[in-house]
């Protein structure tokens, strides 16, 4: 069985010349009919998702919506083609990897394509940092491929995950594989987190691009997590919430890592100790400066799942 192997690197994603997609690696991936293998996933195919360096996570495909817009793609002002793309720190500013051609700017017009957008949220399972990209590249059906969407060895997957340690997130995914509908999805109701955006650059401007329990990271894999229960509230407090990277977000959400209000000091699980990358979180201190009013959140998260 073959899965897809789906790079998510924020706005560096760009085909076509196009100014990139709006992705979040743990809930949905975007993409248009301007990619090679638009067309390829489906509902119940199995997703691993990374960002060139490492993993980022894997799930099933529950739905894929789909639609249509006006998009901005650049091409080449001397073969017309859209292999382009900008260059950090060089001039002139882009190149074409077709006809090798470098140019200031590139002819912009407007194409009506066809808009495809996968949920998966559901069955997400966090493996940042677990397969090295030149591990995942390999395992890929064509691993000299390019492509964003890139048809992925399943079998060969699995054998990996489960040689990396990793083997409960492996049976974790697995089993939703079997519950998994093709062409279904289910409903549900959730209140629209709306100002959600806001909220997030508020974070990023007071704390930096900091998860507030490993470090420095980069900002497209930070969270802006709330620490007390959004649904019930519905609001966003200005101390309500820290960043996180989006695997200690959910870990954090379900209680399986706390900090203690006292000591501002970090609590790991005894069951999550056992993966090397959270254990070193245990005893630690925040890598972030916390407010009086963060801490009254953390205290009450803190009473929530630990006494």
Not at 154 to 162: G, T
Not at 199 to 221: D, I, M, N, W, Y
Request: aromatic share 8%; hydrophobic share 35%; net charge neutral.
């Amino acid at each position: 069985m073959n899965g897809w192997l789906l790079m998510s690197v924020g706005d560096d994603r760009q085909h076509g010349g196009n100014d990139g997609y709006d992705d979040r690696p743990d809930v949905h991936y975007s993409w248009d009919d301007t990619v090679p293998n638009h067309a390829g996933p489906a509902a119940g195919d199995p997703i691993v998702l990374w960002d060139k360096r490492q993993s980022l996570g894997m799930s099933v495909i529950e739905e894929i919506q789909t639609g249509f817009a006006d998009k901005i793609l650049r091409r080449c002002p001397s073969c017309g083609l859209a292999g382009i793309k900008a260059r950090k720190g060089l001039q002139p500013r882009y190149k074409c990897y077709k006809c090798k051609a470098e140019f200031e700017e590139p002819v912009a017009h407007v194409e009506r394509v066809q808009t495809y957008r996968s949920r998966h949220d559901a069955g997400w399972q966090d493996l940042l940092g677990v397969l090295p990209g030149d591990h995942l590249r390999a395992l890929a059906v064509a691993p000299t491929s390019q492509l964003s969407l890139r048809p992925l060895r399943w079998d060969d997957f699995e054998r990996a995950l489960a040689g990396s340690g990793s083997l409960r997130l492996l049976l974790n995914v697995s089993r939703r594989l079997e519950g998994a509908i093709t062409g279904g999805h289910t409903r549900a109701t959730v209140r629209v987190r709306i100002g959600q955006g806001a909220f997030r650059k508020h974070l990023l401007a007071r704390q930096g691009a900091v998860c507030a329990f490993t470090g420095e990271a980069p900002a497209s894999v930070l969270d802006a997590c709330h620490l007390y229960s959004y649904a019930e509230l519905g609001v966003h407090h200005d101390d309500g919430g820290v960043l996180l990277r989006r695997d200690v977000h959910r870990l954090f959400d379900d209680g399986q890592l706390a900090v203690d209000p006292q000591r501002l000091t970090i609590d790991v699980r005894d069951e999550l100790r056992s993966f090397p990358q959270y254990a070193p979180m245990h005893g630690g201190q925040l890598h972030t400066e916390v407010t009086a009013g963060q801490i009254d959140w953390l205290s009450r998260h803190w009473h929530q799942h630990r006494e």
